[in-house]
């Protein structure tokens, strides 16, 4: 039964009901609907992080379970990136100088990925900055890893053939010290014994009697004895593989032909006076991979030290060259 309301009305001195009015209800009905929404709402807010549901417990897992790996994951690349970087340091520094191998650059090392952005199916969730990143370092990783293992493939192929390597550097002077004159000229600028300029002289002349023996400073081909190049004279040209070539210049005759192989030592010419020469001399150079460099620096296999150094101080003097 519906409780019964009063009010005193002071006129009549009595008590009378109390009538609803309709807009009255109406009003308190849309209060207390309001009412129950706002609980609702708050109730939804404040309850939900407390009560979750059992699919929303295993994402949170899940999405915990990847920044842990991921964090993992950096850390090991970190510690892979360190060992990485101490191979490349050795490769350029120990192995490759030991092999007498070009360094492998940065640029080649480091190289990124250009063109196509290849991480684009990876773009709009929400750890995707982390999961590109983690992308991003092991490609680079995979690709410095790749070329260490090339780098790497060349120096074993090298380390197989080192053997061959020393029988083919040309490690013994070409001309027989008792034999020798003198060392005329060495590696470097000097002046032209024609124009009197000074040019940079690419090798060493070795003074020497007329008809005196030349001998091939390493293990090769002949690939040229003719006197078809401009100064030479009659000269020889022997490949060594590897990059090296050895040129003997100004001879009086040969003891050799072009397609001959040779060994360390043998007889393959005669000092003379052909070409753009001033007297009877030989001109020695060695070129790797077709730039001419010092041949002071391979002379390792018929030099005691102490000859070796006194050449070295005969080479440095800066005088005129027989050629």
């Given at each position: 039964?519906?409780?019964?309301?009063?009010y005193?009305?002071?006129?009549t001195?009595?008590?009378r009901?109390?009538?609803?009015?309709k807009?009255?209800?109406?009003?308190?009905?849309i209060l207390t609907?309001?009412?129950?929404?706002?609980?609702?709402i708050?109730?939804f807010?404040?309850l939900t992080p407390i009560f979750?549901s059992?699919?929303?417990?295993?994402l949170?897992?899940e999405l915990?379970y990847v920044?842990l790996?991921?964090?993992?994951h950096?850390?090991k690349?970190v510690?892979l990136?360190q060992v990485?970087?101490?191979l490349q340091?050795r490769d350029?520094?120990?192995y490759?100088?030991?092999f007498?191998?070009s360094?492998?650059s940065?640029?080649k090392?480091?190289a990124?990925?250009?063109?196509v952005?290849?991480y684009?199916?990876?773009?709009?969730?929400?750890?995707?900055?982390?999961?590109?990143g983690?992308?991003?370092n092991m490609?680079?990783l995979a690709?410095?890893?790749?070329?260490?293992?090339k780098?790497l493939?060349e120096?074993?192929k090298?380390a197989e053939n080192?053997?061959d390597l020393?029988?083919?550097?040309?490690?013994?002077?070409?001309?027989?010290k008792q034999n020798l004159t003198?060392?005329?000229?060495g590696?470097?600028w000097?002046?032209?014994p024609f124009?009197k300029a000074?040019?940079m002289?690419?090798?060493?002349?070795?003074?020497?009697?007329?008809g005196?023996?030349i001998?091939a400073?390493?293990d090769?081909k002949?690939?040229r004895?003719?006197n078809k190049?401009?100064?030479?004279?009659?000269h020889?040209?022997?490949?060594?593989?590897?990059?090296?070539v050895?040129?003997?210049?100004?001879l009086?005759k040969?003891n050799?032909?072009?397609?001959?192989?040779v060994?360390r030592?043998?007889?393959?010419?005669?000092?003379?006076n052909?070409?753009?020469s001033?007297?009877p001399?030989l001109?020695y150079e060695?070129?790797?991979?077709?730039?001419a460099i010092?041949p002071i620096n391979?002379?390792?296999?018929?030099?005691?030290?102490?000859?070796?150094v006194a050449?070295?101080?005969?080479?440095q003097?800066?005088g005129?060259?027989?050629?």
């Amino acid at each position: 039964m519906a409780k019964v309301k009063y009010y005193y009305d002071s006129e009549t001195l009595s008590y009378r009901k109390i009538k609803d009015k309709k807009r009255h209800k109406f009003t308190r009905l849309i209060l207390t609907i309001v009412a129950a929404g706002i609980f609702m709402i708050l109730g939804f807010v404040v309850l939900t992080p407390i009560f979750e549901s059992p699919s929303e417990k295993k994402l949170k897992r899940e999405l915990e379970y990847v920044k842990l790996n991921e964090e993992l994951h950096s850390k090991k690349l970190v510690q892979l990136e360190q060992v990485l970087e101490d191979l490349q340091v050795r490769d350029n520094n120990i192995y490759r100088v030991y092999f007498e191998l070009s360094p492998v650059s940065n640029d080649k090392r480091n190289a990124g990925f250009g063109g196509v952005n290849r991480y684009k199916t990876l773009e709009g969730f929400d750890n995707s900055a982390m999961i590109i990143g983690v992308s991003k370092n092991m490609d680079i990783l995979a690709k410095q890893l790749y070329m260490q293992s090339k780098s790497l493939d060349e120096i074993v192929k090298i380390a197989e053939n080192k053997e061959d390597l020393l029988a083919a550097m040309p490690a013994i002077q070409p001309v027989r010290k008792q034999n020798l004159t003198r060392m005329a000229s060495g590696y470097g600028w000097r002046s032209d014994p024609f124009t009197k300029a000074r040019k940079m002289h690419k090798g060493m002349d070795f003074t020497a009697p007329r008809g005196t023996p030349i001998f091939a400073s390493g293990d090769g081909k002949i690939i040229r004895a003719d006197n078809k190049s401009s100064g030479y004279g009659k000269h020889i040209r022997i490949d060594h593989g590897f990059g090296y070539v050895s040129l003997y210049a100004h001879l009086s005759k040969y003891n050799t032909r072009k397609g001959r192989r040779v060994k360390r030592g043998d007889l393959i010419g005669y000092v003379g006076n052909t070409g753009r020469s001033q007297a009877p001399h030989l001109h020695y150079e060695v070129r790797k991979n077709g730039k001419a460099i010092n041949p002071i620096n391979f002379y390792s296999g018929n030099l005691t030290p102490e000859e070796f150094v006194a050449m070295q101080k005969a080479a440095q003097i800066e005088g005129q060259s027989l050629d």
